[in-house]
């Protein structure tokens, strides 16, 4: 199941996109699927049609983990 996140990278707008498994600790390239800015428009700097970047995780700031909206919502107790 994909993992929606959203990579930081350095002096670039960030990037909404899918990877299958977190990056290890060792890892020094990160994969990312379908890589779209946050309004779901073209990365700018990408050749049109691309679906996959790897990209070292050295020009990566930090990663944003996004929940899925497949989620259970949260029910709280209401006092009527």
Excluded: A, C
Excluded at 30 to 54: A, C, F, M, S, W
């Amino acid at each position: 199941m994909p993992i929606t996140i959203l990579v930081h990278i350095t002096n670039e707008d960030p990037v909404v996109g899918e990877i299958e498994v977190m990056p290890d600790l060792k890892d020094t390239m990160i994969v990312v699927q379908n890589p779209r800015r946050r309004d779901g428009k073209d990365v700018h700097y990408l050749e049109e049609g691309v679906t996959t970047v790897v990209w070292p995780i050295s020009r990566i700031t930090y990663i944003e983990i996004m929940t899925g909206e497949e989620e259970e919502p949260l029910v709280s107790f209401v006092r009527e």
